[in-house]
């Protein structure tokens, strides 16, 4: 059973930076990648950024060049910092384990709040 508690969220104004962290413990060893998730109000959940085991990174098109996933393995966590922040980059932001390649996020996080002011 994998765990997942975020962190670091909060109120930032466009242009701003925040990092936001997901402390992970419980199946480690089993974990395919890990992926970061955001919900806006009245939209979709979507994924924003993924690391693998291997360590390869994907981005959404709206994030390219502003967020930066990562991990640290000794500490069990997995980051993401989000540079030149936006109003439309307010959501909560969720943390979340893909256990088989190819597969769903089969755990997550209960989710941190980030809002951008303009």
């Known amino acids: 059973q994998v765990q997942l508690v975020e962190s670091g969220g909060g109120e930032v104004q466009a242009g701003g930076s925040l990092r936001l962290s997901c402390a992970v413990s419980g199946g480690i060893f089993s974990i395919n990648a890990m992926g970061w998730y955001r919900q806006a109000p009245g939209k979709q959940r979507e994924l924003v950024a993924r690391?693998?085991?291997?360590?390869?990174?994907n981005y959404a098109d709206s994030v390219k060049g502003r967020f930066t996933i990562s991990r640290d393995n000794a500490k069990n966590t997995v980051y993401m910092q989000m540079n030149s922040l936006k109003p439309e980059d307010t959501a909560v932001y969720y943390c979340?384990?893909?256990?088989?390649?190819?597969?769903?996020?089969?755990?997550w996080g209960q989710g941190t709040q980030v809002t951008v002011s303009s």
């Open positions: 690391i693998s085991k291997y360590g390869s990174t």
């Open positions: 979340a384990a893909q256990m088989r390649p190819f597969g769903s996020y089969d755990y």
